[in-house]
């Protein structure tokens, strides 16, 4: 393999920065966020602890009733897992999530995970989604040696169910690490063993503010901390050790960055700088240039961790994004086109979030809605509500984001 000091060798990590300053709304849900004092949660070895028992007391949090409502539902148990499947209830999936929720291994699904499930299995997505969202035991009951075999047969059992729909594996947080360690054991699986018994790669992994290093060795964490309102470094790192049992925090399966990235899918990775996990991502980037993993990395430095299941409105671009997304790794051939270029225009968002705009449309009146799927049916409705026909494209200048995007190209 070539090395990327090699000046002729292509550098595979991509970073976009989204510098676009906070609505007031997010101001103001951040400040009620530090008024809850909800990074309490992490306060310490025994109060996580207690926290997290008093959470798994209560249990997983289901499909909320919107949820059940807009989407068809399915929960089963397989493995000892629980297990729902959600899909767009009238249109048929063309592409497959299987998502690993995070909550530091200790703590189960809360009801706003729900809000980017419905976003993925949009039928208004550029392609909607069929997301498998598993519930798996947590530490301290569990640990990753535990964990790691269940979620890998999940995986087989999801990717063997149609092999013409494309999957891929998404997390957050403590999940966005158990996708890597779950893609690594599926890679270390076909180096060893028979190719037609190992269940088909994925065709992507995406990592919401994953939880790279289960150390926090950093540096820059403890300087982070102060402005982070979700985590503290000392439960988290109580929670590490729980989860990796007689292994140690340090081990490639609760630390992946410590361990190959070589032949994973391409990997995208969502971050926000007021994050205290933010600084493993610096280090990921190092190991994909030894490794040469394709790994594109959207930093929105005005977000906190996994801000994009909030409800929230950079949550609901950044789930745009995301939606989009999935069609360029999944399905590229259901890519919204662009509606003044039907026949050779396509919408990249990885192309757009390169030069710098993640993949969305500019703020103002379009916002992400203008550049995404459904983008050209939400201009004529909003042209009709206030009798706007210029936004329509057939009486004058059209298009408020849509044409000056850079996120559209020819």
């Not at 299941?309 to 999944?330: D, F, G, H, K, W």
Request: hydrophobic share 40%; proline share 9%; net charge positive.
């Amino acid at each position: 393999m070539a090395s990327s000091a090699d000046p002729s060798y292509p550098d595979p990590v991509r970073w976009a920065v989204d510098d676009r300053s906070p609505t007031l709304y997010t101001r103001v849900y951040r400040a009620l966020m530090w008024a809850r004092r909800d990074k309490l949660a992490f306060e310490g070895a025994d109060h996580t602890l207690r926290v997290a028992r008093e959470q798994q007391a209560k249990g997983d949090a289901p499909p909320t009733r919107w949820t059940r409502w807009v989407r068809r539902v399915e929960e089963r148990r397989t493995d000892d897992l629980r297990v729902w499947t959600v899909a767009p209830r009238r249109s048929t999936p063309v592409a497959r999530v299987v998502y690993l929720h995070g909550g530091g291994y200790v703590h189960p699904l809360t009801a706003d995970y729900w809000r980017l499930v419905r976003a993925l299995t949009s039928a208004r997505a550029p392609a909607p989604a069929e997301v498998v969202v598993p519930a798996y035991p947590l530490a301290p009951d569990a640990t990753i040696d535990d964990v790691l075999p269940q979620l890998v047969r999940l995986y087989a059992e999801v990717a063997g169910a149609d092999p013409r729909v494309p999957l891929l594996l998404m997390g957050d947080s403590a999940g966005g690490a158990l996708v890597l360690v779950v893609a690594a054991a599926l890679r270390d699986a076909a180096e060893d063993g028979d190719a037609t018994t190992v269940p088909r790669a994925p065709v992507g992994l995406v990592l919401l503010s994953p939880w790279l290093d289960g150390t926090l060795d950093e540096d820059e964490v403890a300087d982070l901390e102060a402005s982070d309102p979700m985590l503290a470094e000392s439960g988290l790192r109580a929670a590490a050790s729980w989860w990796a049992g007689e292994r140690g925090p340090a081990d490639p399966l609760v630390s992946p960055v410590n361990g190959r990235v070589l032949d994973l899918p391409p990997t995208d990775v969502f971050t926000g700088a007021h994050d205290i996990l933010r600084p493993a991502i610096d280090r990921l980037a190092d190991v994909a240039r030894r490794d040469g993993l394709a790994l594109h990395v959207h930093e929105v430095p005005a977000m906190f961790h996994v801000w994009m299941t909030r409800a929230m409105p950079e949550a609901r671009r950044t789930r745009n994004e995301l939606a989009a997304l999935v069609a360029s790794r999944c399905a590229p051939e259901t890519r919204p086109k662009h509606p003044r270029n039907p026949g050779g225009a396509q919408w990249d968002p990885l192309g757009s979030a390169q030069r710098g705009v993640g993949g969305v449309g500019r703020r103002g009146r379009g916002g992400a809605r203008c550049c995404g799927g459904c983008g050209r049916r939400w201009r004529t409705a909003r042209a009709r509500w206030r009798g706007w026909r210029r936004a329509v494209g057939t009486t004058g200048p059209t298009s408020w984001r849509c044409r000056s995007s850079p996120g559209w190209r020819a």
